[in-house]
């Protein structure tokens, strides 16, 4: 009897042994299985179809953003320049004025100034004709963190024709930081390696020229590729590792004379203008248009942006958005100023726009309502009605 007993629990522990074994077995075959969907990419970034050229039967209205001259051809032309020197050209359509006209009434309706704001609307919904339309579209105005955008296209250039030698992997951190959460030291540090400055104190001479000189290729960078105008050689602040609440030395004497200083300005022309260049894979590179719609990418689930004080979504264009659409986004604030450039495509392609708003007023930046509101009605109107037609 006792050596019975001693064979039953022998085997026992076998059988213990064996269903451990395939308890095992099933946990390391399941992680083997899920590991595609846990390294999985997300969902890549909508592209726009290129537009085909048409032969309408009346003529079509100037493009958007017009150049004085063939900008390709100068001899002058800096080496450090845009790649796309030619804007594009969508027709001007009656029926998005009238998206416009009604966005611009919902701001003014919540007492808000019509004059301080701008607006852009870029209908890509049908290869065959882009449209437009606008409100102050060409007035240049302070774009606070959307000139992130510019910097951001400017980077990727600068690494591709090798004016930055370090591996591009060395700035990923400072890259997501600027664009995802709009961080200013990120900022300040990717401008200066762009154009080869730091910040610090005043500077005299040919050595404050050739600073300056330095600095404001970053215009030039844009400028030469018809961005008319276009300004964006200030840093944004505060600047928390350089320990600036607000310019100082060198960057002061950017300003110039402090009772008309000199500020960032771009139009909301130009911010859609280079969203739909990013969109359409002709920025700096395909593969550098397809990094920088990555870092646009926003999601718009309340449960990945409500908890985050940092987010870019609550007051802005893509709070009263449905959340199963491609959203790509940068934002600007400031206490004085409101500004957005978004790109929207639902998953049904319905609607495919760009809508940038600027709006450089006290007003605007205490109001956390006029931008959902606009953001919604445009989506609304154009979702409603479909891919667009020939106007």
């Given at each position: 009897m006792p050596s019975r007993r001693r064979v039953r629990t022998k085997f026992s522990r076998l059988k213990y042994r064996n269903i451990l074994c395939l308890i095992a077995g099933a946990i390391a075959i399941g992680w083997i299985i899920t590991i595609p969907f846990r390294i999985r990419r997300p969902p890549?970034?909508?592209?726009?179809?290129?537009?085909?050229?048409?032969?309408?039967?009346?003529?079509?209205?100037?493009?958007?953003?017009?150049?004085?001259?063939?900008?390709?051809?100068?001899?002058?032309?800096?080496?450090?320049?845009?790649?796309?020197?030619?804007?594009?050209?969508?027709?001007?359509?009656?029926?998005?004025q009238g998206i416009v006209d009604e966005a611009v009434k919902i701001a003014t309706s919540k007492g808000l100034p019509a004059e301080r704001l701008s607006i852009s609307l870029f209908d890509v919904s049908n290869s065959q004709s882009h449209t437009f339309a606008g409100?102050?579209?060409?007035?240049?105005?302070?774009?606070?963190?959307?000139?992130?955008?510019?910097?951001?296209?400017?980077?990727?250039?600068?690494?591709?024709?090798?004016?930055?030698?370090q591996r591009e992997s060395a700035f990923k951190n400072d890259l997501e930081q600027m664009i995802r959460i709009s961080n200013n030291d990120a900022a300040s540090r990717l401008l200066d390696?762009?154009?080869?400055?730091?910040?610090?104190g005043r500077l005299a001479g040919e050595e404050l020229q050739t600073w300056l000189?330095?600095?404001?290729?970053?215009?030039?960078?844009?400028?030469s590729a018809g961005y008319n105008d276009l300004r964006i050689s200030t840093k944004n602040y505060p600047i928390y590792y350089l320990r600036q609440e607000g310019p100082i030395g060198r960057d002061l004497q950017l300003r110039g004379d402090a009772s008309q200083p000199i500020r960032n300005q771009v139009t909301t022309d130009q911010a859609a203008r280079l969203i739909y260049e990013i969109y359409t894979r002709q920025a700096v590179s395909s593969v550098a248009s397809r990094k920088m719609a990555y870092l646009l990418?926003?999601?718009?689930?309340?449960?990945?942006?409500?908890?985050?004080?940092?987010?870019?979504?609550?007051?802005?264009?893509?709070?009263?958005?449905?959340?199963?659409?491609?959203?790509?986004?940068?934002?600007?604030?400031?206490?004085?100023?409101?500004?957005?450039?978004?790109?929207?495509?639902?998953?049904?392609?319905?609607?495919?726009?760009?809508?940038?708003?600027?709006?450089?007023?006290?007003?605007?930046?205490?109001?956390?309502?006029?931008?959902?509101?606009?953001?919604?009605?445009?989506?609304?109107?154009?979702?409603?009605?479909?891919?667009?037609?020939?106007?």
């Open positions: 890549e970034p909508p592209v726009i179809l290129p537009q085909q050229v048409i032969s309408p039967q009346e003529p079509l209205s100037p493009p958007t953003i017009q150049t004085s001259e063939n900008l390709a051809d100068r001899q002058s032309e800096p080496t450090f320049s845009y790649n796309i020197k030619t804007p594009p050209n969508p027709v001007y359509s009656q029926e998005l409100y102050q579209n060409q007035t240049l105005r302070f774009p606070a963190s959307v000139a992130k955008l510019f910097w951001m296209a400017a980077f990727y250039a600068a690494i591709e024709k090798g004016l930055i030698t390696k762009i154009t080869d400055t730091k910040s610090g000189k330095k600095r404001t290729q970053i215009n030039t960078f844009f400028q990418t926003r999601d718009l689930d309340p449960k990945a942006w409500k908890k985050d004080p940092l987010n870019s979504i609550q007051g802005f264009l893509g709070e009263s958005l449905p959340p199963n659409i491609y959203f790509g986004s940068k934002v600007g604030y400031t206490s004085k100023s409101r500004s957005e450039a978004a790109f929207v495509r639902t998953l049904d392609d319905r609607a495919i726009y760009i809508l940038v708003v600027f709006a450089d007023d006290p007003a605007y930046a205490k109001d956390e309502t006029a931008f959902p509101a606009i953001s919604r009605y445009v989506f609304d109107r154009l979702n409603a009605r479909g891919p667009s037609t020939l106007p």
